[in-house]
């Protein structure tokens, strides 16, 4: 990972304030993923797949969440609730979401560089990482979770996170 990767991934939004979330329509959310093909597929995950998509505001990252009709309605409001409310440099931000029918989708923050594991899994990319970058990776994400562990107003947002070391 060279100086200006690291770099292209911008501090969360600073033009979306916490509780602005916007409400997206689905048939947007579908449009600029084609359908949530997967060539638009960024990875899956067990709470569902992520796409990447291209809105007015740029590029984004949308999970489309598993969900059958009724299941988990009340928690997936506090879930928007909670993460519209996390800000921080390290975290990815919460954009918007999409509540339609029986589709639960969230919108954030498009990270170029892929996930940490794709870095340190592959022999090539890890040869990149040398201790000072390691270094610098481990503090951001402890400063990170100390963020959601003590200063971020709900507590108990770690079971919807899926970390990926």
Not at 8 to 16: E, I, L, N
Not at 57 to 72: F, H, M, N, P, T
Request: proline residues 2%; hydrophobic residues 35%; charged residues 30%.
């Amino acid at each position: 990972m060279s100086s200006s990767e690291e770099e292209s991934h911008t501090p969360a939004r600073k033009d979306v304030k916490a509780n602005e979330l916007k409400k997206y329509e689905y048939d947007e959310l579908a449009k600029t993923t084609r359908l949530f093909s997967n060539d638009k597929l960024l990875g899956r995950g067990s709470f569902g797949d992520v796409f990447k998509g291209s809105l007015p505001s740029g590029e984004v990252a949308i999970k489309k969440l598993k969900y059958r009709d009724g299941q988990w309605e009340k928690e997936f409001e506090e879930l928007i609730k909670a993460l519209g409310t996390v800000r921080h440099q390290n975290l990815v931000s919460l954009i918007g979401y999409c509540s339609d029918s029986s589709d639960r989708l969230l919108v954030s923050e498009f990270v170029p560089n892929k996930s940490l594991k794709f870095h340190l899994y592959d022999g090539k990319r890890r040869s990149n990482l040398n201790w000072s970058i390691r270094m610098k990776i481990a503090i951001d994400t402890a400063k990170g979770l100390a963020y959601l562990h003590k200063e971020c107003e709900y507590h108990c947002l770690l079971g919807f996170l899926e970390i990926q070391a």
